[in-house]
């Protein structure tokens, strides 16, 4: 999350101890793990959760951790740990409660969506096995999220078997914060009502955080809060209140591939691979937005979160950012496509997710992609629906033109659509339309999870 989670007192209303760290702004991680496990003994485990649930780190915490950073002090070297549950797991710890009324995907599980998004690839056998909940353990280096991972294990050692545990590393080399591809990630996140702090000083907009990060409610979050658009997002029992879906995909990356079908497509495309690359993405690999600057990456621009999300692409006819024909940032652009501000005014903001993830492999190494992790009040309406209707779906954003009014259907999402064939739409006049590239992220697993609330989590501990 951008660095202005800060509010004075008055301004708080999410009860954020409630709410595990991970959620709103992210465990702040080097090295994380993500340990899935499922319950062998739900009394052993109500007995080992309540041993080390001071070590669950919850969101003031990383509100505090935010501050110190703000005020330019040495940030506290800590161990981030949360937990999460699949719908078999919340089965074992809730025996007879009715989860009737929580998200259809989540309690189905995330196999049962498989074909729906359009995944083909194998999964990893252990994402075949029954998980019931996950743990992350953070820490500064790979070293110290390993120790911290092996304690947490050691403590829950009689009441879990662990199914397969993922370590996520930021990457090394002067690339750290970027992925696997080599794009900065983690730029855009959305402001959220009662955390994050509104703009302020003359001409500041009260309705944004950082300039160009619009505060969004948080029942698009959190389960039991007002959401963008009207309506509260379901908690159908009262402990199901501040607590979130975390939506796990283990993504694998295809970079030689990706690389490759920049260098072949270059040509036919009227840009260079580089430029290409920052098209399809909508950033440069240094994070400046394409919109801002089209044809040369500007590192100082990327660098300045006053600036680097301060963009729309269309209607806002206020804003200096216009884009109507795709002049400057194609539709097919994958930060155009998962959020399309102003091109899709209204919808575009039901949509946001919190991403917090994590690359994982080396550079070396053929296994290597993103530990995708995202949290949202409905996976159905979030994240399942930007990957289908929008990401994988080739018509969208619908009814755009060139400037010489031929419509533009912009193609599959470079970076993560799926789900049949994608050939990218570049350019206003001549539009070109680039070669079938396969699918370069593919999912070699992924769960469906809640993260629920602090009170949720002790009432797991008193059975
Ligand atoms: Fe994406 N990439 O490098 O290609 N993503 N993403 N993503 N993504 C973003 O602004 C990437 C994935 C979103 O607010 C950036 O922080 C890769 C999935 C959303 O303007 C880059 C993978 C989904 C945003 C990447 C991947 C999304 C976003 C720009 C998989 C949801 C914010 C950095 C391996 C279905 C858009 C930034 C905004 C940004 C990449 C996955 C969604 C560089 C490599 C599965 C909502």
Request: proline fraction near 8%.
């Amino acid at each position: 999350m951008p660095d202005n989670v800060m509010l004075s007192e008055a301004d708080i209303t999410l009860p954020l101890a409630e709410i595990q760290g991970d959620v709103l702004i992210g465990l702040k991680k080097n090295a994380e793990f993500f340990v899935f496990f499922a319950i062998a003994d739900a009394a052993k485990f109500r007995t080992a959760l309540g041993a080390i649930f001071e070590d669950i780190t919850f969101t003031d915490q990383m509100k505090a951790v935010e501050e110190a950073k703000q005020r330019g002090e040495p940030v506290p070297v800590f161990l981030g740990l949360n937990f999460a549950f699949t719908a078999t797991g919340l089965g074992k710890l809730h025996p007879g409660e009715d989860l009737s009324g929580l998200d259809p995907s989540f309690l189905a599980g995330a196999a049962a969506s498989r074909a729906a998004l359009g995944d083909v690839a194998t999964w990893l056998p252990e994402y075949e096995q029954p998980i019931d909940g996950v743990f992350l353990a953070t820490g500064i280096d790979l070293q110290t999220a390993t120790d911290h991972a092996d304690a947490v294990r050691h403590t829950l050692r009689h009441s879990i078997h662990m199914v397969r545990a993922e370590p996520g590393l930021v990457r090394t080399g002067g690339q750290k914060g970027h992925e696997h591809f080599g794009f900065e990630d983690g730029i855009s996140q959305p402001g959220v009502r009662g955390l994050t702090a509104p703009g302020s000083g003359p001409g500041a907009n009260r309705d944004q955080g950082l300039p160009g990060q619009d505060l969004i409610e948080p029942g698009d979050f959190l389960l039991g809060y007002p959401m963008e658009g009207g309506g509260v997002s379901p908690a159908p029992r009262p402990w199901m209140k501040n607590g979130s879906y975390l939506v796990f995909r283990r993504l694998n990356q295809d970079v030689a591939g990706f690389d490759a079908y920049l260098a072949s497509q270059a040509p036919a495309s009227g840009l260079s691979a580089d430029q290409l690359g920052a098209h399809l993405i909508g950033r440069w690999k240094s994070g400046a937005p394409v919109v801002i600057t089209s044809l040369v990456d500007d590192p100082v621009l990327a660098a300045d979160p006053t600036r680097n999300n301060d963009f729309e692409f269309g209607s806002d006819a206020a804003h200096p950012t216009q884009d109507p024909h795709q002049q400057k940032c194609p539709y097919v652009a994958h930060i155009r496509k998962v959020y399309p501000r102003e091109d899709f005014p209204g919808e575009s903001e039901k949509r946001r997710i919190i991403r917090a993830g994590i690359p994982f492999g080396r550079d070396g190494d053929a296994d290597k992609g993103l530990l995708f992790a995202c949290y949202q009040s409905s996976i159905v309406d979030k994240f399942e629906f930007l990957q289908t209707a929008w990401a994988n779906n080739p018509s969208f954003m619908f009814g755009k033109t060139s400037s010489n009014n031929s419509p533009i259907t912009p193609g599959r999402d470079i970076a993560i659509g799926q789900d049949g064939p994608r050939t990218p739409v570049v350019g206003d006049v001549p539009q070109r339309t680039l070669g079938d590239a396969p699918p370069f992220v593919t999912a070699t697993g992924a769960v469906y999870l809640f993260s629920p609330s602090r009170s949720a989590l002790q009432a797991i501990v008193h059975g």
